[in-house]
Nanobody, 129 residues
Framework: EAQFVESGGGSVQVGGSLTLSCTGS????????IGWFRQAPGKAREGISC????????YYTDSVKGRFTISSDHAKNTIYLQMNNLQPEDTAVYFC??????????????????????WGQGTQVTVSS
């Protein structure tokens, strides 16, 4: 069973930047689709970005497109989420997830809407104005 460790969150002001990291065990960034999700207070968890190194696809939801960049470090088996121009609506706990059965292409990638039972602790991002 995969285990995820998210880190890099913090408190920033509007317009600031943060880089989140996702590492752990039981998954392989070269053989799994990897996604970033977030859950804001009082809201459901939503998938916001994913990467699949098996076919080179990346995906961003409209709310983060142009501001967030997902990338991977094969040597470290780590996925990053560079977040620029952060806004108050980006305040949330951020999680990562991986699965080789799902994919990261199309208008609504399956990885970002699938139901997963196991999640990491997440990392808190707070953006203040």
């Amino acid at each position: 069973e995969a285990q995820f460790v998210e880190s890099g969150g913090g408190s920033v002001q509007v317009g600031g930047s943060l880089t989140l990291s996702c590492t752990g065990s039981g998954f392989d960034i070269d053989d799994d689709a990897i996604g970033w999700f977030r859950q804001a207070p009082g809201k459901a968890r939503e998938g916001i970005s994913c990467i699949d190194n098996r076919d080179g696809y990346t995906y961003y939801t409209d709310s983060v497109k142009g501001r967030f960049t997902i990338s991977s470090d094969h040597a470290k088996n780590t996925i990053y989420l560079q977040m620029n121009n952060l806004q108050p609506e980006d305040t949330a706990v951020y999680f990562c997830q991986a699965d080789k059965s799902w994919y990261c292409y199309g208008a609504n990638p399956g990885l970002l809407t699938a139901v997963f039972q196991t999640w990491g602790q997440g990392t808190q991002v707070t953006v203040s104005s």
